[in-house]
């Protein structure tokens, strides 16, 4: 009896270790997913630096993509799973990085032209210090998010309106303080979507763990990406 005991808990104790290494190996898919597509943004943002006249053009209809954006980002993350095909998936993600990147490319080539390259090495390694403390704390905490989710989205909401309103506006105060809420917000989320994501893992699951994990690094990579635009806007308004 007592030998059968000790054989069912290291059974037990190894199936619990074939999970854990299952799980980090989906989380790491998640972040290289991730990784890549920042990589990407980063490339196509060079190319805004290189061609000023790119940015010019692109600068003029920057709300044509921002309303893309918006569109892939809410339908984009239900057509990933209700498609079922991994190449969907990747074209999903894929499109969403490219937008970001337009988007962004012309406002990191205009600090860059200013001679504020700096500023933006700062805003990113500070993006990518609070965006790692946020998804390890929703990684590592035992506390269930997952009722969050209705409040998240509501606070998410109010927040583009103001931001669409004060482009209209455009007062300096509101975007600072706008900024300030963004980022609290989006650290909020990154936490958020890193236990969600981390509870999507289902041991065995192939196919479905590899279309979570390009969801996961389609939710987490706008959550980075926000946060670096908002925290640049406010190194820059505190600069002036």
Known sequence: ?????????????????????????????????????????????????????????????????????????????????????????????????????????????????????????????????????????GYTTKRDMSGWGGVLMMIGIGLLIAIVINFFFASTLMSLLISFAVVIFTAVVTAFETQMIKNLYREGAGEANARASIFGAFALYGSFVTMFIHILNILGIMRE
Request: charged share 5%; aromatic share 16%; proline share 2%.
């Open 1 to 137: 009896m007592n030998d059968f005991n000790q054989y069912s808990s290291t059974t037990r104790t190894g199936e619990g270790l074939a999970v854990d290494e299952g799980l980090r190996s989906y989380m790491l898919g998640v972040y290289n997913y991730m990784g890549l597509g920042l990589a990407g943004t980063a490339l196509i943002a060079m190319l805004f630096v290189a061609n000023p006249t790119l940015s010019e053009v692109i600068g003029g209809l920057s709300f044509i993509p921002f309303i893309a954006l918006i569109g892939v980002g809410w339908f984009g993350s239900r057509m990933i799973f209700t498609s079922g095909s991994r190449a969907v998936a990747h074209g999903i993600y894929w499109l969403y990085v490219a937008l970001w990147a337009v988007l962004i490319g012309p406002m990191v080539a205009a600090y860059v032209s200013a001679g504020l390259a700096e500023m933006v090495y700062q805003a990113f390694f500070i993006t990518a210090a609070m965006f790692g403390a946020t998804s390890l704390f």
